[in-house]
């Protein structure tokens, strides 16, 4: 069915996939994910890397194989480290150009080949804001669709106070502050504003299904209890 006419009988509007994520709900959204991830992964698979030879997806779409060599092709997902970095009293975090207006976010980045997930967090902060990590602790992890398919492996990363200067790097952010708990508790109150609101606000976070949401809140839920 031809764009137009899907959007004339469903009343609706095709918009950019990232875009429309923020705005679904919790219960939606890591359906959505997966679907958008599947799909991707199949439109890009159409022929063996060894052969050339057009694969062939099981009935349901959940791998494709090559005939002609009997391989067998799997999804894959991509290691992302996410990382809520924080100096005791302040969290920090930044947005990327892509960004939806003035959302901020925590750090991330795709773990290199050979990496631990350990060596993926002290790099990625150092590279994005000149920081060096001195712990950090696990959290949790997410699918995450954007911009194929990624795991994103959650931590929180500490740095010394003393230490905390930031030497944003342009070339992979637009913007990185940091923010302390009353800020964040504000933050965490809004939804995603919309354009008569935007000018009201300094900034907003992701939305609550959202890993880097999860860990905001964990972060200013220690806060408050310290």
């Known amino acids: 069915m031809e764009k137009a006419r899907a ?25 959505l994910s997966q679907a958008q991830a599947l799909l991707h992964w199949h439109s890009t698979h159409l022929y063996c890397s060894r ?37 005791g ?14 959302m901020f976010s925590a750090l991330a980045g795709f773990c290199n080949i050979g ?10 902060v150092a590279e994005e804001v000149g920081l060096d990590v001195s712990s950090l602790v696990y959290s949790a992890s997410q699918h995450w669709p954007f911009p194929s398919s990624s795991l994103m492996i959650g931590c929180h990363a500490m740095v010394q106070p003393k230490q905390n200067k930031i030497n944003l790097n342009h070339s992979e952010l637009e913007d990185a502050r940091w923010f302390d708990a009353g800020e964040i508790a504000e933050a965490l109150k809004r939804k995603m504003p919309s ?18 949401h999860r860990l905001i809140k964990e972060w200013i839920q220690e806060q408050q209890q310290s």
């Open 195 to 212: 354009k008569e609101e935007m000018g009201e606000i300094e900034f907003w976070v992701p939305p609550p299904w959202a890993l880097a």
């Open 89 to 102: 009293a302040r969290c920090l975090l930044a947005r990327q150009e892509g960004f939806p207006p003035r």
């Open 115 to 124: 990496e631990t997930v350990e060596d993926s967090v002290h790099r990625e």
């Open 7 to 31: 959007e004339l009988l469903l009343k609706g509007k095709f918009v950019e996939f990232q875009k429309a994520f923020f705005l679904l709900d919790g219960k939606n959204a890591p359906l």
């Open 51 to 87: 052969t050339g030879q057009l694969t062939q997806k099981n009935i349901s779409g959940s791998k494709r194989f090559c005939r002609t060599d009997e391989i067998i092709y799997y999804p894959q997902m991509s290691p992302v480290v996410i990382m809520l970095v924080s100096d």
